[in-house]
């Protein structure tokens, strides 16, 4: 996946497009990533009418202080799996009471990695209220740089496609 500037750029337009033609807002749970895709979506003038909150919260205290992660779940699957990026999304539906949020956990690199979850593991999750959340896994390559490019990018052509069925 080739995840330049200028595809993050029409990546980020369009799910901005989108949001502001079904008149909906958003917000971010991001850890590995950074607030990269809250970065992404806020390049656009006007974006504080679609992006209500960008939070990042990379580490395990702030998840479950900020997003409301149960410490139990992160101690059973680990801050990179699904379970976590579920609670991460309700979490940031509930904190900034948007409509659709989206969130990221991942192994980015170089260090961190595991024989279950090596470097470039990422999990992406993203749901809407009232609406079940959908989650995915990815593995990329790369480098700390390319696998977060590569995150951010999956992740805004993941709403936009998950915002086009609702």
Same mark, same amino acid.
């Given at each position: 996946?080739?995840? !330049?500037?200028? +595809?993050?750029?029409? $990546?980020? #337009? @369009?799910?901005?497009?989108?949001?502001?033609?079904? /008149?909906?807002?958003? &917000?971010?749970?991001?850890?590995?990533?950074?607030?990269?895709?809250?970065?992404?979506?806020?390049?656009?003038?006007?974006?504080?009418?679609?992006?209500?909150?960008?939070?990042?919260?990379?580490?395990?205290?702030?998840?479950?202080?900020?997003?409301?992660?149960?410490? !139990?779940?992160? +101690?059973?699957?680990? $801050?990179? #799996? @699904?379970?976590?990026?579920?609670?991460?999304?309700? /979490?940031?539906?509930? &904190?900034?009471?948007?409509?659709?949020?989206?969130?990221?956990?991942?192994?980015?690199?170089?260090?961190?990695?595991?024989?279950?979850?090596?470097?470039?593991?990422?999990?992406?999750?993203?749901?809407?209220?009232?609406?079940?959340?959908?989650?995915?896994?990815?593995?990329?390559?790369?480098?700390?740089?390319?696998?977060?490019?590569?995150?951010?990018?999956?992740?805004?052509?993941?709403?936009?496609?998950?915002?086009?069925?609702?």
């Amino acid at each position: 996946m080739q995840a !330049s500037d200028q +595809a993050l750029e029409q $990546a980020g #337009s @369009e799910l901005a497009a989108l949001l502001e033609k079904q /008149g909906r807002t958003m &917000a971010t749970a991001e850890s590995c990533t950074g607030g990269w895709v809250a970065k992404v979506l806020t390049d656009r003038p006007g974006s504080s009418a679609y992006l209500l909150a960008g939070l990042v919260t990379y580490s395990n205290d702030a998840k479950q202080a900020i997003l409301g992660v149960e410490s !139990s779940v992160i +101690a059973t699957h680990g $801050a990179v #799996s @699904e379970p976590v990026v579920r609670q991460m999304v309700a /979490g940031a539906l509930s &904190a900034a009471g948007a409509d659709v949020a989206v969130a990221i956990s991942g192994v980015a690199g170089p260090g961190g990695g595991s024989a279950e979850k090596p470097v470039g593991t990422v999990w992406f999750a993203w749901g809407a209220q009232g609406r079940s959340t959908e989650t995915r896994v990815e593995c990329f390559d790369g480098d700390r740089d390319q696998v977060r490019r590569q995150a951010v990018l999956y992740v805004l052509q993941g709403v936009t496609e998950f915002l086009r069925t609702l």
